[in-house]
């Protein structure tokens, strides 16, 4: 049984940090393409970044050079680290694994609220 569970999530302060964290098991995440994704209230969910099998990662225009993603095989977590955040930036953040056959998996969701 797959599950993806995150976690790290919080409430900050403009300007702050936070580091996501995405536990795999049932599956393994260099074995798969593994991205994170947002949703704002009223939004539409869009992707926020994501790291192929090989290792290469893209990144959404508003986050390129804030927050950078990142995988652990040992641990099987894939993370976010994110910097410099933005009320923007407000949102629940899920966790997705796609195989090369196609199939998905999302996590629960961890909500990150940047807020003064």
């Known amino acids: 049984q797959v599950q993806l569970v995150e976690s790290g999530g919080g409430v900050v302060q403009p300007g702050g940090s936070l580091r996501l964290s995405c536990a795999a098991s049932?599956?393994?995440?260099?074995?798969?393409?593994m991205s994170w994704y947002r949703q704002a209230p009223g939004k539409e969910r869009e992707l926020v970044a994501n790291?192929?099998?090989?290792?290469?990662?893209n990144y959404e225009d508003s986050v390129k050079g804030r927050f950078t993603i990142s995988r652990d095989n040992a641990k099987n977590t894939l993370y976010l680290q994110m910097n410099s955040l933005k009320p923007e930036d407000t949102a629940v953040y899920l966790c997705q694994a796609r195989s090369l056959l196609g199939y998905i998996f999302w996590g629960q969701g961890t909500q990150v609220t940047v807020s003064s």
């Open positions: 790291i192929t099998r090989a290792g290469g990662t």
């Open positions: 049932g599956l393994t995440v260099s074995s798969y393409a």
